[in-house]
């Protein structure tokens, strides 16, 4: 039971790999927050956790782009628990465009606002009530490749993803040493976004990629589980790839 008595925040913990995680903080003795923009997805998984494993699970809707959602989500968590040791940023979006001259300010800022803004707002206001607090915690950033491996459909969220990966190193700095922020540098995973995936695509994943696959959801818990925990407890600002090797 690594995570016993300490209470875990995931945004995007409703579906795929947040969910995942989710889990695993749970079934190791977390209470969780499941934090994302459809409440009744949070309720269903809240409601699993809870019978499966024992522990408390209070779902909340929000939506991470919005500053002042952001500040709510805090309120409602640490009047609910009075406290957070660890923190997920974990949503995500990176929706298609046909042509990037066709990429309009209203995706754009979408894109930036879920990707970069919030988990910002989030890890501020956070981090700093773990350091005030005198418990420190742990602070979990979900990036992904194409923050260093851009690809001509994906610009808007590859350029999020390396800012947050500015954050997971700045953060760190800003909260030690009693906050650890780290990062996952994803790859391709098999969520919901995978069904819009192209043969091309899926092609260019088995050649481009050492284990020749996507990974599947659970398949991040490992690493979500040595940075939330004290197994990383000499890791900070650290940035680990999770990407099956894709090059």
């Not at 009744?40 to 019978?51: I, R």
């Not at 408390?56 to 002042?68: E, I, K, M, T, Y």
């Not at 957070?84 to 990176?94: H, R, T, W, Y």
Request: glycine letters at 12%.
């Amino acid at each position: 039971m690594k995570l016993s008595g300490k209470v875990a925040l995931v945004t995007g913990g409703s579906r795929g790999m947040g969910k995942e995680m989710v889990r695993a903080f749970a079934a190791e003795g977390a209470d969780v927050i499941i934090a994302s923009r459809k409440k009744e997805n949070c309720v269903a998984v809240a409601e699993e956790v809870t019978k499966e494993f024992g522990v408390r699970a209070l779902p909340v809707g929000f939506n991470v782009s919005h500053w002042d959602d952001c500040g709510r989500l805090v309120d409602t968590v640490y009047s609910e628990f009075a406290r957070v040791d660890i923190l997920v940023n974990n949503a995500g979006l990176s929706p298609l465009y046909p042509s990037l001259g066709e990429v309009t300010e209203e995706l754009f800022d979408k894109v930036i606002g879920v990707n970069l803004k919030g988990p910002f707002r989030l890890t501020a206001l956070i981090g700093e009530r773990m350091v005030n607090d005198g418990g420190g915690g742990s602070i979990l950033n979900i990036s992904s490749m194409e923050a260093w491996r851009p690809q001509p459909k994906a610009l808007p969220y590859a350029a999020a993803k390396r800012g947050l990966d500015a954050f997971t190193e700045g953060f760190s700095k800003a909260f030690g040493p009693t906050v650890r922020v780290n990062g996952i540098q994803c790859g391709a995973f098999l969520t919901d976004i995978s069904t819009a995936w192209t043969e091309e695509s899926l092609t260019a994943l088995k050649d481009n990629a050492s284990l020749s696959r996507a990974g599947n959801p659970d398949e991040i818990v490992g690493a979500a589980m040595y940075f939330c925990s004290d197994d990383s407890s000499f890791s900070t600002g650290a940035t680990l790839r999770l990407d099956g090797g894709f090059q």
